[in-house]
C-alpha cells in the first residue's frame, strides 16, 4: 500500500496563484523564484492534506493544529523574519528589497522556540490588566490586529488569516 501523498500541477497552480493574489493585496510578496515557491505551495499542499492545516513545509508539524498554530502559513515568524533578514524562514514571503534585487536571500535563523519553552508559555495564565474591559481583547498571531469583542472574528479583516489564529491578548 502506498501511502505517498500526492498533489496535482493543477492543485499548485491553484494555490500558487491565490498565495500571489493575497500576498500582493496585504503588501507581501511571494519568492520571485517561481520553481522554489511551488515546491513550497506542494510543501504546504501535502501537510494540509496530511495534517487538515498549511504547516509550513520547512519545520516538522506535530500533527497537533493547537500545538502547530504559531507555523500554519502564514507563520508567526513571517514578519519578523522579513524585517530582520528580507525573507521568511522557508524563503516563500520575501521583501521588496529582494524583488528589486537589491538585497539577496541567505540563511534564515530559527525563531520558532523549542517545545519545552512553547509548553511554559502555553501554561502562563492570560496576560492581567489593572483595569477591566468590557470585552476581552483578542490579537492575530499572523499580522497583530487586535479587536475587542466576545470572540475573534472568522476572518482577519487585514491579513485573512483564520479564527484559530487569533489569541486571547487581554
Given at each position: ?83 530582520d533578514y528580507d525573507t521568511c524562514y522557508c524563503g516563500l514571503y520575501v521583501s521588496q528589497a529582494v524583488i528589486d534585487g537589491v538585497k539577496t536571500i541567505g540563511v534564515i535563523p530559527e525563531r520558532r522556540p523549542p517545545v ?55
Amino acid at each position: 500500500m502506498n501511502n505517498e501523498i500526492t498533489v496535482t500541477p493543477d492543485e499548485i497552480g491553484r494555490l500558487y496563484e491565490r498565495l500571489t493574489n493575497e500576498a500582493v493585496a496585504s503588501g507581501y510578496h511571494l519568492n520571485p523564484d517561481v520553481e522554489l515557491t511551488k515546491e513550497l505551495v506542494k510543501g504546504l499542499l501535502i501537510n494540509e492534506k496530511r495534517y487538515g492545516y498549511w504547516s509550513c513545509p520547512c519545520r516538522l508539524a506535530s500533527g497537533k493544529k493547537d500545538e502547530d498554530l504559531d507555523i500554519i502559513c502564514p507563520c508567526d515568524y513571517r514578519d519578523a523574519d522579513l524585517g530582520d533578514y528580507d525573507t521568511c524562514y522557508c524563503g516563500l514571503y520575501v521583501s521588496q528589497a529582494v524583488i528589486d534585487g537589491v538585497k539577496t536571500i541567505g540563511v534564515i535563523p530559527e525563531r520558532r522556540p523549542p517545545v519545552v519553552e512553547r509548553e511554559k508559555s502555553k501554561s502562563k495564565t492570560a496576560k492581567s490588566s489593572i483595569f477591566s474591559l468590557p470585552l476581552p481583547i483578542w490579537r492575530c498571531r499572523v499580522c497583530g490586529y487586535l479587536c475587542a469583542r466576545e470572540e475573534p472574528p472568522e476572518v482577519c479583516p487585514i491579513c485573512k488569516a483564520k479564527k484559530d489564529r487569533f489569541e486571547h491578548f487581554l
